[in-house]
Every structure is written in structure tokens, then in C-alpha cells.
């Protein structure tokens, strides 16, 4: 999705989701606004393995105070926009 476009879903209390598959482990990061911040989310686990919690190498929930921000760390962790889906 554009840029454009994974902003205006956010303001429009839409999510925006990626999920993706690395070697044995698959992954899912979720961004939304909630209440005047942006909630991001980043979980990743051993393919199949994703209703069992105890099994992630990745759990992470990052609370932003502005979208710059949330895109701020996109780029730091080498993840782009345009790898999103509705």
C-alpha cells in the first residue's frame, strides 16, 4: 500500500497489517490508533506455532505518539509501507 494510503486508514481507525515468512519463522506486525496513539504490534514464531504464545522469538508492543513516529521506526527496523496490507 502507498504511503498515502497507510496513513489515512490509521486516521481513519483502520489497521494496517504485514505478515511475513523468514527462513522456519513466520511473522505478523499490526498497526492501528487507539485513542490518540499508535499501537504497533510484532509477533513472530516457528511456522504453525502461532496460538502458542510461548513459542515466540518475537513479541513486542510499541506505543507512538504520532504517525512520523511509527514511520520512524518502520524505516529503522528495514520495513517499508508499501509491504502492508489492509
Known amino acids: 500500500m502507498s504511503p498515502a494510503t497507510f496513513i489515512k486508514r490509521l486516521e481513519e481507525d483502520e489497521a494496517n497489517n504485514l505478515v511475513y515468512r523468514r527462513g522456519e519463522c513466520e511473522g505478523l506486525i499490526s498497526v492501528w490508533k487507539y485513542e ?4 504497533l504490534t510484532w509477533e513472530e514464531c ?3 506455532e502461532q496460538y502458542d504464545e510461548s513459542t515466540y522469538s518475537r513479541d513486542e508492543r510499541h506505543v507512538f505518539p504520532n504517525i512520523d513516529e511509527v514511520l520512524a521506526f518502520l524505516t529503522r527496523s ?3 509501507v508499501e509491504s502492508f496490507a489492509p
Open 36 to 39: 490518540g496513539s499508535f499501537i
Open 78 to 80: 528495514g520495513l517499508k
Open 46 to 48: 516457528p511456522t504453525g
